[in-house]
């Protein structure tokens, strides 16, 4: 039996020994006077003297993180979400059925307390305990290292322990929360309307991402986990809406990275009247926005570099970057063979049946993203690249597009709406022809879609925003598993 499991099993016997005592180890409501966090942020900086002319009466609970018994007497930590306090449990303030309690607690027990905040000898905030309440008794025992887990499989497929380890987790995802509330407020402040979208579809549609499928019984079909919301705010744009978002779930069958999770969180948000130079300002402002609330400045350090938010942005054609970046002759991009000549002096494994557009996105992948630190707009796509993007006037081949990178990552991809549905019809069989000859992340033919659109869809602008990454960038995360609370992962080997 290896420790762990012998302390659960001596926790396990202290409940029938706590029954005996008359304790309930599994409590109910429990009142507080302060949150952990408040009690520290009111009473922190008031002096041993301050607190003893003018006592302060506090009633809180949480976690016991530490735990040190001298004699008749024990100091504990008593952790509060992300925020803890010392108690001081003494034999003299406690009747004797509370001071026996407090002999039979465990590192992680949940408890509740009431006395006065005083200051020790070594001046730190404390607690003097005398009401003590048992809330809940943990049967497993903490990690051994308190210094806080490390192991990060473990961190991610046990958030909970995670959570209770390292404190300061806490703080990513409550900037998550201020985050998404920040962005809520700044759209419907400027006449975004916030609405809900299916999560099954009848079919994959809206990006190029092979979908999750699941089967719905009672009608007797296949549906499919969404890989974007676009097409159905598309149809509320048919229907009158001037300017609508949603923030949205989206699942995409595809690999686990530092970057990527096949569930994930998206902005998408869609403007009538506008074209993509609109959202690209847009962008810039709701950016800086999330910056001053979240951190108080548009310039920040991300993972050792430090970024500028502040507007404008540089603004980069696609070809233009392929060009700078790789010290190209613009030429070589418009001809096959050459660009694959091209990519493989780059160092680029360009198979044999790769299209032209195929092998330009696999340079700009590889030769360009990673080199876009600060904020740029890359603009001007290909076409071939962009299905559901209206064309460029000056230039059909290209698109009215834009993507966002921000230390050499896809932030936001954002377009003037393609509102022609014979184009649009044009565009979809083309994405057909390539999901026969194999290729399961084009796009579906959705024929009511096309029917929509032939009821009319005034021109508009439409954006999605990775709402993890724009977390990872805020919070100084490396990974997207650090700002995903129970990201996915491998099955657990059996133990």
Same mark, same amino acid.
């Given at each position: 039996?290896?420790? !762990?499991?012998?302390? $659960?099993?001596?926790?396990?016997?202290?409940?029938?020994?706590? *029954?005996?005592?008359?304790?309930?180890?599994? %409590?109910?409501?429990?009142?507080?006077?302060?949150?952990?966090?408040?009690?520290?942020?009111?009473?922190?900086?008031?002096?041993? +003297?301050?607190?003893?002319? #003018?006592?302060?009466?506090?009633?809180?609970?949480?976690?016991?993180?530490?735990? $040190?018994?001298f004699g008749k007497a024990a100091f504990a930590s008593l952790q509060d979400g992300a925020h803890r306090i010392q108690v001081y449990v003494k034999k003299d303030a406690l009747d004797d059925d509370a001071f026996r309690l407090s002999r039979e607690l465990d590192l992680g027990d949940w408890v509740g307390v009431e006395g006065p905040v005083f200051r020790t000898k070594t001046d730190e905030l404390t607690v003097a305990v005398q009401t003590l309440t048992l809330?809940?008794?943990?049967?497993?025992?903490?990690?051994?290292?308190? #210094?806080?887990?490390?192991?990060?499989?473990?961190?991610?497929?046990? /958030?909970?322990? +995670?959570?209770?380890?390292?404190?300061?987790?806490?703080n990513v995802f409550e900037t998550r929360s201020r985050l998404i509330a920040s962005i809520r407020t700044y759209l419907t402040t400027h006449g975004f309307l916030e609405v809900e979208t299916p999560m099954m579809h009848p079919l994959p549609g809206g990006a190029a991402a092979r979908p999750f499928v699941t089967h719905h019984n009672a009608l *007797?079909?296949?549906?499919?986990?969404?890989?974007?919301?676009?097409?159905?705010?598309?149809?509320?744009?048919?229907?009158?809406?001037?300017?609508?978002?949603?923030?949205?779930?989206?699942?995409?069958?595809? %690999?686990?990275? &530092?970057?990527h999770n096949p569930e994930f969180t998206m902005l998408e948000l869609y403007q009538a009247y506008a074209d993509y130079c609109d959202l690209m300002t847009l962008t810039e402002e709701l950016f800086g926005t999330l910056a001053r609330d979240l951190l108080g400045t548009t310039t920040f350090t991300?993972?050792? #570099?430090?970024? =500028?938010?502040?507007? @404008?942005?540089?603004?980069?054609?696609?070809?233009?970057?392929?060009?700078?970046?790789?010290?190209? +002759?613009?030429?070589?991009?418009?001809?096959?063979?050459?660009?694959?000549?091209?990519?493989? /002096?780059?160092?680029?494994?360009? @198979? %044999?049946?790769?299209?032209?557009?195929?092998?330009?996105?696999?340079?700009?992948?590889? &030769?360009?993203?990673? /080199?876009?630190?600060?904020? &740029?707009?890359?603009?001007?796509?290909?076409?071939?690249?962009?299905?559901? !993007?209206? $064309?460029?006037? !000056? +230039?059909?081949?290209?698109? =009215?597009?834009?993507?966002?990178?921000?230390? %050499?990552?896809?932030?936001?991809?954002?377009?003037?709406?393609?509102? =022609? @549905?014979?184009?649009? /019809?044009?565009?979809?069989?083309?994405?057909?022809?390539?999901?026969?000859?194999?290729?399961?992340?084009?796009h579906a033919f959705d024929e009511d879609f096309l029917r929509a659109l032939e009821y009319g869809m005034p021109p508009t602008a439409g954006e999605g925003i990775g709402i993890d990454r724009l977390v990872m960038l805020f919070t100084n995360q490396a990974s997207i598993r650090d700002v995903i609370l129970f990201p996915q992962l491998r099955p657990e080997s059996p133990s």
């Open positions: 039996m290896d420790e !762990s499991s012998e302390q $659960r099993t001596q926790r396990i016997q202290k409940l029938a020994t706590l *029954k005996a005592m008359g304790v309930q180890p599994y %409590g109910t409501r429990f009142e507080t006077s302060h949150p952990v966090e408040d009690l520290v942020a009111a009473y922190g900086l008031k002096t041993k +003297d301050e607190l003893e002319q #003018h006592p302060v009466a506090c009633r809180i609970a949480g976690r016991i993180v530490a735990l $040190r018994r809330l809940s008794k943990g049967l497993r025992p903490l990690p051994e290292k308190w #210094h806080g887990l490390t192991d990060i499989e473990t961190r991610y497929r046990q /958030r909970y322990v +995670d959570l209770i380890a390292n404190p300061g987790i806490h *007797k079909t296949d549906l499919y986990l969404r890989v974007a919301p676009e097409l159905y705010l598309k149809r509320l744009m048919v229907g009158g809406f001037r300017r609508v978002f949603e923030i949205n779930r989206n699942f995409r069958n595809e %690999g686990l990275s &530092t970057i991300y993972q050792g #570099h430090t970024i =500028d938010l502040t507007p @404008p942005w540089r603004r980069l054609p696609y070809f233009e970057a392929l060009v700078t970046y790789n010290t190209l +002759d613009r030429t070589v991009l418009d001809d096959r063979d050459m660009a694959a000549a091209a990519a493989r /002096r780059l160092g680029l494994d360009i @198979p %044999g049946e790769a299209s032209l557009d195929e092998i330009l996105n696999a340079m700009f992948e590889e &030769t360009v993203e990673p /080199r876009l630190t600060q904020p &740029t707009f890359i603009t001007d796509y290909p076409i071939a690249l962009s299905p559901l !993007s209206r $064309r460029k006037d !000056s +230039d059909p081949r290209l698109a =009215d597009r834009f993507e966002l990178f921000i230390v %050499g990552r896809e932030l936001a991809n954002g377009f003037s709406e393609l509102n =022609d @549905p014979l184009d649009q /019809r044009q565009r979809f069989v083309a994405q057909a022809a390539q999901r026969e000859a194999g290729d399961a992340e084009a």
